[in-house]
């Protein structure tokens, strides 16, 4: 792949040629390469997991394996067919959001069940989301503004640049649907450069729009990445990183950069969007009838959330809220202990994740560590003072398996203890992009508009009641993003919205909130413990990948079979 902006300068100019082409093309023709993505997007997931494997030191034929398969293509095979069926209710002139369920929720917002969307999402039973559109946008206004961009043969045709996320491989691949189909826009991916690996095998998956001229990627360091945004033929950015990436990018990196920010002169001129992680809460909203499998099964799911993919997600859980009266708090946060040191080694390949942990340890020396990478070990700190302003835990995104928990003062009683985790959660955390909240469905009932004004209350982009948010991020008729309201100078968890396949008006939609199991069984996928995760997601890619029922009938029932010895 080229690495400079001379080479790349013929590349870049055809593909502002096949910016021209992406607008004129009917959506038929659109559709259509839909379902040929999905078909090269299949044959280059071997080589696409063997390589996203390699970067990270798993082996491919291990369980943690899995992680690779559903993140990476089956993520991307996923996302054709729900655009797929999108575009093919467009085509015959009707909306994709009389395809799904309404419904309300507080402060006059209407919601779409935007999960299960495909016939195969019957794979992941007991889960739903529900995409909150903002206070009053109606139904109408919504439906007017379902592919806006793309459905407009009168726009002026425009290219992104994608500069591609360093931890997950699926993210980039999805950001490329995203430009095309939601922003309408031609694409130039720059890989980062710890994802450079896998290249090739995401070139071979988007070959049918390569071969069009809409789609280019190449990878390079951030010197490329520079020339390429101040490229002419460069309309607008799209980021997933850090808000310090974020940040230098558009004020840049000199002792200029904070008078540029107060007098409102970026040095980027253009457009840009980004997804820029946070510090991710867990709420845990107990009663003193829980079990000691109920302790044991939640503080298991939320210890998946933060060693899934050894920590470096920007959906990862960092801080854990219970109250402090709890008379079973001791008991869980023993367990959250046991399954940080039990769970699976594998190595913290991400760069500065050792300078990370130790600035974590540095400030709370009693911190348990808890294995793992002996150069990043697995760290746990309890205790966290809520009254602190300055805390590490809670300002900086670690991106390490750090995991902090408080205990808040005050009553233990849900209908008290919940809206004050809300109120701690937006006040005292930074970031907006996700949070999840675990509530046995007695007390959820028993709680009724209390516990959805307390979710309304949450100002997160997406919210997982009982399900970890990254499940959420896996369902493509959903979106993912920070809570609306950001700037580029206080840029938060980042502006806009990604996935989004019913191609809502980004500037209608709030947030996605997702629910699942109470108790999940057998082990979900994704657990960091499921014994079959690379079996099974194996199975699920091919199943979601291969068109005829026919022949993928088979497959779903082999990877739900592998599923059930998880």
Same mark, same amino acid.
């Given at each position: 792949?080229?690495?400079?902006?001379?080479?790349l300068?013929p590349?870049l100019i055809?593909?502002?040629?096949?910016?021209?082409?992406?607008?004129r093309?009917?959506?038929?023709?659109?559709r259509?390469?839909?379902?040929e993505?999905?078909?090269?997007?299949?044959?280059a997931a071997?080589?696409?997991?063997?390589?996203a494997c390699?970067i990270? %030191?798993?082996? $491919?034929?291990?369980?943690?394996?899995g992680?690779?398969?559903s993140?990476?293509?089956y993520s991307?095979?996923?996302?054709?067919s729900?655009?797929?069926?999108?575009?093919?209710?467009?085509e015959?002139?009707r909306?994709?959001?009389?395809?799904?369920?309404?419904?309300?929720?507080?402060?006059?917002?209407?919601?779409?069940?935007?999960?299960?969307?495909?016939?195969?999402?019957?794979?992941?039973?007991?889960?739903e989301?529900?995409?909150?559109l903002?206070? %009053?946008?109606?139904?109408?206004?919504?439906r007017?503004g379902?592919?806006?961009?793309?459905?407009?043969?009168?726009?002026?045709?425009?290219?992104?640049?994608?500069?591609?996320?360093g931890?997950?491989t699926?993210?980039?691949?999805l950001?490329?649907?995203?430009?095309?189909?939601?922003?309408?826009s031609?694409?130039?991916?720059?890989?980062?450069?710890?994802?450079?690996?896998?290249?090739?095998?995401?070139?071979?998956?988007f070959? $049918?729009?390569?071969?069009?001229?809409?789609?280019?990627?190449t990878?390079?360091d951030?010197?490329?990445?520079?020339?390429l945004?101040?490229?002419?033929?460069?309309?607008?950015v799209h980021?997933?990183?850090?808000?310090?990436?974020?940040?230098?990018?558009?004020?840049g990196r000199?002792?200029?950069?904070?008078?540029r920010?107060?007098?409102?002169?970026?040095?980027?001129?253009?457009?840009?969007?980004?997804?820029?992680?946070?510090?991710?809460?867990?709420?845990?909203?107990?009663?003193? %009838?829980?079990?000691?499998?109920?302790?044991?099964?939640?503080?298991?799911?939320?210890?998946t959330?933060?060693?899934?993919?050894s920590?470096?997600?920007?959906?990862?859980?960092?801080?854990?809220?219970?109250?402090?009266?709890?008379?079973?708090?001791?008991?869980?946060?023993?367990?959250?202990?046991?399954?940080?040191?039990?769970?699976?080694?594998?190595?913290?390949?991400?760069?500065?994740?050792s300078s990370?942990?130790?600035?974590v340890?540095?400030v709370?020396?009693d911190?348990?560590?808890?294995?793992?990478?002996p150069?990043v070990?697995?760290?746990l700190?309890?205790?966290?003072? $809520?009254?602190?302003?300055d805390?590490?835990l809670f300002?900086v995104?670690?991106?390490?398996?750090?995991?902090?928990?408080?205990?808040?003062?005050?009553?233990?009683?849900p209908?008290?203890?919940l809206p004050?985790?809300?109120?701690?959660?937006?006040d005292?955390l930074?970031?907006s992009?996700?949070?999840?909240i675990?509530i046995? $469905?007695?007390?959820?009932?028993?709680?009724?508009?209390?516990?959805?004004?307390?979710v309304?209350?949450?100002r997160?982009?997406?919210?997982?009641?009982?399900a970890?948010?990254?499940?959420i991020?896996?369902?493509?008729a959903?979106?993912?993003?920070?809570?609306?309201?950001?700037?580029?100078?206080?840029?938060?968890?980042g502006?806009?919205i990604?996935?989004?396949?019913l191609l809502?008006?980004p500037e209608?939609?709030?947030?996605?909130?997702?629910?699942?199991?109470w108790?999940?069984?057998?082990?979900?996928?994704?657990?960091?413990?499921?014994?079959?995760?690379?079996?099974t997601?194996r199975?699920?890619t091919?199943?979601a990948?291969?068109?005829?029922w026919?022949i993928?009938?088979?497959?779903?029932?082999?990877?739900?079979e592998?599923?059930?010895?998880?």
């Amino acid at each position: 792949m080229p690495a400079t902006i001379a080479e790349l300068e013929p590349s870049l100019i055809a593909l502002r040629e096949g910016a021209e082409r992406w607008v004129r093309l009917p959506l038929a023709e659109k559709r259509a390469l839909l379902r040929e993505v999905r078909a090269t997007t299949l044959a280059a997931a071997p080589a696409w997991v063997e390589a996203a494997c390699a970067i990270k %030191g798993i082996d $491919p034929r291990k369980p943690l394996a899995g992680e690779e398969w559903s993140s990476g293509p089956y993520s991307v095979i996923t996302a054709t067919s729900a655009l797929e069926k999108t575009l093919r209710q467009l085509e015959r002139g009707r909306s994709p959001i009389d395809e799904v369920e309404f419904g309300t929720a507080p402060g006059g917002r209407t919601t779409l069940k935007v999960y299960p969307y495909l016939p195969k999402d019957v794979v992941l039973q007991g889960y739903e989301a529900r995409v909150w559109l903002r206070p %009053g946008v109606s139904l109408d206004q919504a439906r007017r503004g379902v592919a806006r961009a793309l459905r407009d043969p009168h726009r002026e045709p425009r290219v992104t640049l994608v500069l591609g996320a360093g931890n997950i491989t699926g993210i980039p691949a999805l950001d490329v649907l995203t430009a095309l189909y939601q922003e309408a826009s031609a694409v130039v991916v720059k890989l980062n450069p710890i994802n450079a690996a896998v290249g090739d095998a995401i070139a071979q998956a988007f070959a $049918p729009l390569i071969d069009l001229g809409v789609v280019l990627i190449t990878d390079g360091d951030h010197e490329l990445g520079e020339a390429l945004m101040a490229h002419e033929l460069i309309d607008r950015v799209h980021l997933t990183g850090s808000r310090h990436t974020h940040d230098a990018i558009v004020w840049g990196r000199d002792d200029q950069a904070e008078q540029r920010r107060a007098a409102g002169t970026p040095l980027l001129s253009k457009p840009i969007s980004s997804e820029l992680g946070g510090v991710g809460p867990a709420i845990v909203v107990p009663e003193d %009838g829980w079990s000691s499998e109920n302790v044991d099964d939640v503080a298991r799911n939320i210890v998946t959330q933060r060693l899934h993919n050894s920590g470096f997600n920007c959906v990862a859980t960092q801080v854990v809220v219970l109250p402090d009266a709890w008379q079973r708090a001791d008991e869980f946060v023993d367990a959250m202990r046991r399954y940080l040191a039990a769970a699976p080694v594998r190595p913290a390949y991400y760069p500065g994740a050792s300078s990370r942990q130790l600035a974590v340890v540095t400030v709370h020396p009693d911190a348990a560590v808890l294995g793992g990478d002996p150069n990043v070990p697995r760290t746990l700190v309890d205790h966290l003072d $809520p009254e602190k302003a300055d805390e590490h835990l809670f300002t900086v995104e670690t991106f390490a398996p750090v995991l902090g928990v408080v205990r808040l003062p005050g009553s233990r009683e849900p209908q008290a203890f919940l809206p004050a985790a809300v109120a701690f959660a937006n006040d005292r955390l930074d970031g907006s992009l996700s949070a999840g909240i675990h509530i046995h $469905p007695v007390t959820r009932e028993r709680l009724g508009e209390h516990f959805d004004t307390a979710v309304a209350d949450l100002r997160y982009g997406t919210i997982g009641i009982n399900a970890w948010t990254g499940t959420i991020f896996g369902m493509p008729a959903g979106t993912w993003g920070a809570f609306p309201g950001q700037t580029l100078d206080d840029v938060g968890s980042g502006i806009g919205i990604v996935h989004n396949a019913l191609l809502l008006d980004p500037e209608h939609v709030e947030r996605t909130v997702g629910s699942g199991n109470w108790k999940p069984s057998p082990t979900p996928l994704w657990y960091v413990d499921n014994k079959t995760a690379h079996v099974t997601a194996r199975r699920l890619t091919r199943f979601a990948g291969i068109d005829s029922w026919a022949i993928a009938a088979p497959l779903g029932a082999a990877a739900i079979e592998s599923y059930r010895k998880g």
